[in-house]
């Protein structure tokens, strides 16, 4: 890596002020770091403050050549093991994604031929505006790396989806982007995690216990392992994946229509989530009150979301179902993979200590439709992750009946 450095481009918002951590952090990891700013960034954070903080002159000025005998935004992108840009304002994300270049950061990013990485922050009706999403779809389909921004209190006094990914989650996402174990690349992945909800009245809904760290570990370690990943997920507590396209769903009708789109265009669907199997087949359009007596409820089925997508899927796609049982896990998963047309099912017994909803650990069986079977030891979610991955590869390159991973 020498002579070759991290570029960290700062766009002109409030965010600003986080680049200075996420510099921090990246130079304490061993990382050279060159840093680029717009002229608007220079009015929220001193480019003294950058400059301190990795030891480079901060170049914000597009006419400025500090060096006669190179052209600043050539030379540094030709040494850039990777572009980040951190925050990128709507302003900003519309320049990158049209190819208009006027300032250092814009001007850098025409000439840089590494993985770039995109951090959006501002406002959530910005964020949500539709130009601004079309933009970002734009730097998507070119093989950028756009980090969804984080949910809560945001400096214009709006609570919502548009806070700059925290310092340490960016740089998760750096480390797994220069990684040498990257062979999931040029892969798509759609992973499916968390519960769904289907509501009974305004306060009151059906679910399940599945907390989503299943496939919310499968996205973090496919996105390390250079994968796209869309995460389709149902109401958690859990943070956004640095890096993982979300989209986040409700019942399971949503589930099953996102599922859809995103796999008209996918390699890969993981099922880890836990869809409800049954709603109610009328809701009430007020609170039930207690004096009314007790309720009636009667209940119709919801879509099989993976059945549907295994019969609809296109040539190619690899379809891997989950299997969450108490008891006879092993026939009830084998008939669930044979019954839907999987590819490969993963099975584990809730029921047992340390592999039950809302821990960190799982201990499953894998089964391939070619009767290839794998069961694994009690590990770490992220642990079975990896392992869940790996027999995917394998399945896709050799679709090999026995499983060595």
Same mark, same amino acid.
């Given at each position: 890596?020498?002579?070759?450095?991290?570029?960290?481009?700062?766009?002109?918002?409030?965010?600003?002020?986080?680049?200075?951590?996420?510099?921090?952090?990246?130079?304490?990891?061993?990382?050279?770091?060159?840093? /680029?700013?717009?002229?608007?960034?220079?009015?929220?954070?001193?480019?003294?403050?950058?400059?301190?903080?990795?030891?480079?002159?901060?170049?914000?000025?597009?006419?400025? !050549?500090?060096?006669?005998?190179?052209?600043?935004?050539?030379?540094?992108?030709?040494?850039?093991?990777?572009?980040?840009?951190?925050?990128?304002?709507?302003?900003?994300?519309?320049?990158?994604?049209?190819?208009?270049?006027?300032?250092?950061?814009?001007?850098?990013?025409?000439?840089?031929?590494?993985?770039?990485?995109?951090?959006?922050?501002?406002?959530?009706?910005?964020?949500?505006?539709? $130009?601004?999403?079309?933009?970002?779809?734009?730097?998507?389909?070119?093989?950028?790396?756009?980090?969804?921004?984080?949910?809560?209190?945001? $400096?214009?006094?709006?609570?919502?989806?548009?806070? /700059?990914?925290?310092?340490?989650?960016?740089?998760?996402?750096?480390?797994?982007?220069?990684?040498?174990?990257?062979?999931?690349?040029?892969?798509?992945?759609?992973?499916?995690?968390?519960?769904?909800?289907?509501?009974?009245?305004?306060?009151?809904?059906?679910?399940?216990?599945?907390?989503?760290?299943?496939?919310?570990?499968?996205?973090?370690?496919?996105?390390?392992?250079?994968?796209?990943?869309?995460?389709?997920?149902?109401?958690?507590?859990?943070?956004?994946?640095?890096?993982?396209?979300?989209?986040?769903?409700?019942?399971?009708?949503?589930?099953?229509?996102?599922?859809?789109?995103?796999?008209? !265009?996918?390699?890969?669907?993981?099922?880890?989530?836990?869809?409800?199997?049954?709603?109610?087949?009328?809701?009430?359009?007020?609170?039930?009150?207690?004096?009314?007596?007790?309720?009636?409820? !009667?209940?119709?089925?919801?879509?099989?979301?993976?059945?549907?997508?295994?019969?609809?899927?296109?040539?190619?796609?690899?379809?891997?179902?989950?299997?969450?049982?108490?008891?006879?896990?092993?026939?009830?998963?084998? !008939?669930?993979?044979?019954?839907?047309?999987?590819? /490969?099912?993963?099975?584990?017994?809730?029921?047992?200590?340390? $592999?039950?909803?809302?821990?960190?650990?799982?201990?499953?069986?894998?089964?391939?439709?070619?009767?290839?079977? %794998?069961?694994?030891?009690?590990?770490?979610?992220?642990?079975?992750?990896?392992?869940?991955? %790996?027999?995917?590869?394998?399945?896709?390159?050799?679709?090999?009946?026995?499983?060595?991973?």
């Amino acid at each position: 890596m020498e002579g070759q450095s991290i570029l960290v481009g700062v766009g002109g918002g409030i965010a600003a002020y986080k680049s200075a951590a996420l510099c921090s952090l990246l130079v304490k990891r061993g990382y050279d770091v060159q840093v /680029l700013m717009t002229e608007n960034a220079t009015r929220f954070i001193q480019p003294l403050t950058l400059q301190a903080l990795t030891k480079h002159p901060v170049i914000f000025d597009t006419f400025a !050549e500090p060096n006669p005998s190179e052209i600043a935004h050539i030379a540094v992108a030709d040494r850039a093991l990777l572009y980040v840009i951190a925050p990128a304002t709507a302003n900003l994300i519309a320049k990158l994604a049209h190819g208009l270049a006027d300032d250092m950061v814009t001007t850098t990013a025409l000439a840089a031929t590494c993985k770039t990485i995109v951090a959006p922050a501002m406002n959530v009706h910005m964020y949500d505006h539709p $130009a601004v999403q079309h933009n970002l779809s734009i730097l998507r389909s070119r093989g950028t790396i756009v980090l969804d921004p984080d949910e809560g209190p945001l $400096a214009c006094g709006y609570t919502g989806k548009g806070r /700059l990914p925290e310092p340490e989650d960016i740089a998760e996402v750096i480390e797994a982007m220069l990684s040498e174990h990257r062979d999931l690349e040029g892969l798509h992945i759609v992973i499916t995690a968390g519960p769904t909800i289907e509501d009974i009245d305004p306060v009151r809904y059906l679910s399940n216990r599945s907390s989503g760290k299943m496939g919310y570990a499968l996205a973090k370690q496919a996105v390390a392992r250079g994968a796209k990943v869309t995460l389709v997920s149902g109401p958690t507590h859990l943070s956004p994946v640095p890096g993982a396209k979300m989209m986040y769903v409700r019942s399971t009708e949503e589930m099953l229509s996102g599922v859809r789109e995103a796999m008209r !265009e996918a390699d890969v669907l993981i099922a880890a989530a836990a869809p409800a199997d049954f709603r109610p087949a009328a809701t009430f359009p007020q609170k039930w009150k207690k004096s009314q007596g007790a309720m009636q409820l !009667e209940f119709v089925q919801t879509p099989d979301i993976l059945a549907t997508v295994s019969r609809q899927r296109n040539k190619g796609q690899t379809i891997v179902g989950f299997a969450a049982e108490t008891n006879d896990v092993i026939r009830y998963g084998a !008939e669930k993979l044979n019954e839907k047309g999987l590819d /490969l099912i993963v099975i584990n017994d809730v029921s047992q200590q340390g $592999a039950g909803f809302d821990v960190d650990t799982n201990q499953v069986t894998l089964m391939t439709k070619s009767g290839g079977v %794998s069961t694994l030891p009690l590990m770490a979610k992220s642990s079975v992750a990896d392992r869940i991955l %790996s027999a995917v590869k394998q399945l896709r390159e050799h679709g090999n009946g026995e499983l060595m991973v």
